[in-house]
């Protein structure tokens, strides 16, 4: 008995499918507001006559908001319940949002997109806990098919700037006030079906009238498992820098491509990390989430080791394959946590989400100087190795072979 639900001593009898897309659905809109940000960036320089630090710093902003608080956020959900903190958040982004199409000066700029991120710190700790919670016990397929939304909106944004405020200015930010407050009603409908497990759940872990779970692991096994699984966040995230902010300036630099051409490559490449995100959770609830997060990183290698050699053709193919490999693995990754920690699950949401935020925006900071200083080519090179870190996987306990173990803890 591991979900939230178990603190009550009696688990979720069924995955609740109008809680899971809700959820999937608000995620789509949460990150499709998200990448409005970057997509926003050649109308933004232009009109304040920006230089390419000051764009720089626009993209630490939002980074340091949207990861860094995110732990906070689960800590603080952790502890006491919050029923209504996901649409609260998303009231961050929708004033994000209205500030962003009106700003008057970069400064302001910079305050409109810590509010985004501020809501965005808010929300995925928060929605994948309601995810976790409605998951029935499918814990990994609850998992995917929330991340399917957020791939979905990451990619769906950017095609929607190109014809919303691209061509119009960057006032039609505007006009994606209404995903926000569409995912506000939404995620309140969601807090009003979790309200009254929350709350049940608080009184009953105040007075210590739970059924506590414990792992059959030591403490320090626990430390370790999470460390190896901050390490292979840090390798995934770090190679796909790689590929979501370099692949069309790679493909245009070594194989000649027009811009048309290397965005239809981009989006086949992420159609496969939609693709695999929605495979590996449910892979992980039959086979076993170790394997999945193993396989998903370390057999990855032989394919990106094999890209910096390939022809466009065959680019284009291991590409995929890489997208729908590497990215099954977060979902596995997340909920292997979660297990983990049980009781804990909006503080590791946050530390995961948070940290894949932040290295992925590292990560494309640092290819980025290198790609300046050693050209893109290199880039690929270098990063072809980093899935071979995966091989520290076989250091996670395997957690299917484990028992938990109940024991009633009575009030005092």
Not at 69 to 80: A, E
Not at 206 to 234: D, E, G
Not at 310 to 335: D, K, R
């Amino acid at each position: 008995m591991d979900t939230e639900e178990s603190v009550v001593g009696k688990q979720i009898p069924a995955t609740i499918y109008p809680v899971l897309f809700a959820v999937s659905f608000s995620h789509l809109l949460n990150d499709t507001i998200q990448s409005l940000i970057p997509a926003i960036y050649p109308i933004v320089k232009d009109s304040f006559h920006l230089s390419f630090s000051q764009i720089g710093l626009i993209t630490l902003v939002f980074q340091l908001s949207s990861s860094l608080l995110q732990p906070l956020v689960g800590v603080i959900t952790d502890s006491k319940p919050y029923p209504y903190a996901l649409p609260v958040g998303m009231g961050f982004s929708l004033t994000g949002l209205v500030m962003m199409a009106v700003a008057p000066s970069y400064h302001w700029i910079l305050v409109s997109v810590a509010f985004v991120g501020a809501g965005s710190s808010v929300f995925h700790p928060e929605a994948s806990r309601m995810a976790y919670v409605a998951s029935g016990g499918r814990r990994g397929f609850a998992q995917s098919l929330f991340q399917l939304g957020g791939n979905a909106g990451s990619a769906i944004g950017p095609l929607l700037a190109a014809m919303l405020i691209a061509p119009f200015g960057r006032f039609n930010v505007i006009w994606f006030s209404f995903a926000a407050l569409t995912a506000i009603i939404i995620l309140y409908r969601v807090g009003k079906w979790y309200k009254p497990k929350s709350i049940r759940n608080y009184i009953l872990r105040k007075n210590k009238v739970v059924a506590a779970v414990q792992q059959s692991l030591p403490r320090k096994t626990v430390v370790v498992s999470i460390v190896v699984l901050l390490v292979l966040i840090f390798s995934k995230y770090f190679y796909f820098a790689s590929l979501t902010s370099y692949y069309t300036f790679y493909l245009m630099d070594k194989f000649g491509v027009s811009v048309q051409q290397s965005q239809l490559y981009l989006f086949i490449f992420l159609f496969a990390v939609a693709a695999g995100t929605m495979i590996g959770g449910p892979v992980g609830d039959r086979i076993g989430r170790k394997y999945v997060i193993w396989l998903s990183i370390l057999g990855a290698s032989p394919f990106t080791l094999a890209l910096p050699y390939a022809n466009l053709f065959w680019t284009v193919i291991l590409s995929f394959i890489i997208g729908v490999i590497i990215a099954s693995a977060f979902s596995a990754i997340l909920v292997y946590a979660q297990e983990l920690l049980p009781g804990n699950v909006g503080l590791v949401s946050g530390l995961f989400f948070g940290f894949a935020f932040g290295m992925g925006g590292i990560g494309s900071a640092v290819l980025g100087k290198l790609a300046d200083s050693h050209g893109i080519d290199f880039v690929y090179h270098m990063c072809s190795f980093l899935p071979l870190i995966g091989i520290v996987a076989a250091l996670l306990p395997n957690l299917a072979k484990r028992s938990l173990k109940k024991t009633a803890v009575g009030k005092k």
